[in-house]
C-alpha cells in the first residue's frame, strides 16, 4: 500500500516525487558508483555506521553504569537526577554547532556531542528498571545468602535486560538521527554531508535514495541483529 501511493504521488506530482523504480535503480547505483566526491555510497554508509557504532557502545555502557548506580546509590541517584532534566532538554543542534567550533569540524566533534546527549534518555529507562525490581526477590535472596554473582546473574541481570534492549533500540535512533545531523552540518564525509550536497544541488531522487539505504539498514539491524539476540536471551521465557 506505500509503493502503490508512493506510485499514485509520482504520477500526480512528477517533479516532486520521483517514482519507485527510479529511487531503487538509484539506490543501487549510488551503492556501487563513486558519487562527486569520489566515494560511493556504500563508503558514506560505513563511515556513519562507524560513528553509529562508536557512540553506541560508549553511551550504552554510561547508561547501563550510571542507571544502575542511581538504582542503587542514593547520592549518584540525587547529584544525576538534579541535572537530568537540563542534560535532556539541551538543544542537540546547538550543542552540536558548539562542539564543532570548540573542536573543530571533524567527526571527533559528533562522536563527543552525540555520546554525551544521547546518553541521559537511556539512563531514565535502566533506572526506572532498577526501580521497578521487586524487593521480594533481593529479600529472598538474602535469607538463602545467595552471593552477588548469584544475585546478579539469576536476579539483576534477567530483570534488566528487557530494558537494555528497549534502551538499545532507543539509543540507536536517537544516535542514528543526531550523526546524520552533525554531518550535514559541518562534515564531508558520512551520509549526512552527501544528502546535504545533494540538497544544495537541489535534487531529490537522491535523497530520497539515501532514505531508502538508510530506512534498509535500520531494518537490517533490528531483525538480523537486535531480534535475534533478544530471542536467544529471553529463550527461557515459557511461550
Do not use: C
Request: proline content about 5%.
Amino acid at each position: 500500500s506505500f509503493l502503490l501511493l508512493w506510485y499514485v504521488g509520482s504520477v500526480i506530482v512528477p517533479d516532486a516525487i520521483p517514482a519507485p523504480d527510479i529511487v531503487f535503480g538509484y539506490t543501487f547505483e549510488a551503492i556501487t558508483s563513486a558519487g562527486p566526491r569520489g566515494e560511493t555510497g556504500f563508503d558514506h554508509l560505513l563511515t556513519s555506521l562507524s560513528r553509529v557504532a562508536v557512540i553506541g557502545a560508549i553511551s550504552l555502557t554510561a547508561t547501563l553504569a550510571i542507571g544502575i548506580m542511581m538504582g542503587l546509590n542514593e547520592t549518584v541517584e540525587d547529584v544525576v537526577s538534579m541535572w537530568l532534566p537540563l542534560w535532556m532538554t539541551t538543544p542537540d543542534i546547538i550543542a552540536l554547532l558548539f562542539f564543532m567550533i570548540l573542536m573543530g569540524f571533524q567527526g571527533i566533534s559528533v562522536i563527543v556531542v552525540v555520546s554525551i546527549f544521547a546518553t541521559p534518555f537511556g539512563i531514565v529507562n535502566i533506572w526506572e528498571g532498577i526501580q521497578d525490581l521487586d524487593r521480594e526477590l533481593i529479600e529472598m535472596g538474602q535469607t538463602f545468602e545467595a552471593g552477588t554473582v548469584t544475585m546478579w546473574r539469576h536476579v539483576y541481570l534477567p530483570h534488566l535486560l528487557p530494558y537494555v534492549f528497549a534502551s538499545s533500540r532507543y539509543l540507536l535512533g536517537q544516535i542514528w538521527k543526531l550523526v546524520l545531523v552533525g554531518e550535514a552540518i559541518g562534515l564531508n564525509t558520512g551520509m549526512g554531508s552527501i544528502v546535504r550536497l545533494w540538497f544544495t544541488l537541489g535534487e531529490i531522487t537522491p535523497i530520497i535514495a539515501y532514505l531508502v539505504l538508510f530506512m534498509v539498514v535500520v531494518l537490517g539491524i533490528e531483525y538480523i541483529v537486535l531480534k535475534p539476540l533478544e530471542h536467544h536471551f529471553f529463550r527461557w521465557r515459557p511461550e
